[in-house]
């Protein structure tokens, strides 16, 4: 089944529609046959940001893996007001992320407030609008495989929670990437390897 033939209405789809998306023959696609026919040309997986930690590994590798990495930023977990998950404070170099939430939403927040650090934003979590609209998009460039989101998409007829789950994302940061793919904010080319292989 193609992407325009699923019955939902899919991010996919829809970045289809705005051209995002450009058909290659199946040649081309070798044995990658979990991707869809259609292949972003685009990647909204292209961020250009280099976080200290890979966004991939847990929360607790990513802690481990700030104390070598970045020495001088403080990860700390305490009990945060109202429905803030993270917090990030540039003059102290200090990323705070809620202890009471699940290790789901912990991982996407550390990601989160690395992206506040990477950009040197400093609101003490009281950023602009702009800067957190930014931050929520680069965290879903950085967290989000565009294969696996395909795969995902499909397979849960565009569910945001059930793809949320399947991915071990927040829906937040599902819905951050669904709105890169619809608006086609990307520009980053997918490349192949000598295999053909998606990388």
Known sequence: MSIDSTPHASALGAANQAGSFQSFPD?????????PRLLAVRNPGGSSISLPVDPFQSYGRMRMTLY??????????????G????????????????????????RCALVHE??????????DG???????????????????????????????????????????RTVQVIQDFQRLLREGATRTLLTFDDTNVLR
């Not at 609008?129 to 007829?157: F, G, H, I």
Request: proline residues 2%; hydrophobic residues 35%; negative net charge.
């Open 27 to 35: 040649d081309m696609l070798g044995d990658n046959r979990s991707l």
């Open 68 to 81: 070598e990495s970045a020495p001088g930023l403080t990860v700390m977990s305490d009990l945060l007001p």
């Open 83 to 106: 429905k803030m998950d993270g917090v990030y404070c540039r003059s102290t170099d200090t990323i705070l992320i809620d202890r009471r939430i699940t290790l789901t939403k912990k």
């Open 114 to 123: 690395l992206v506040h650090r990477w950009y040197g934003d400093d609101g």
């Open 126 to 168: 009281q950023y602009s609008a702009w800067q957190e609209s930014r931050c929520r998009l680069e965290t879903a460039r950085l967290m989000v495989r565009l294969d696996e989101y395909a795969d995902a998409e499909r397979m849960y007829e565009g569910d945001v929670f059930l793809i949320a789950a399947e991915l071990d």
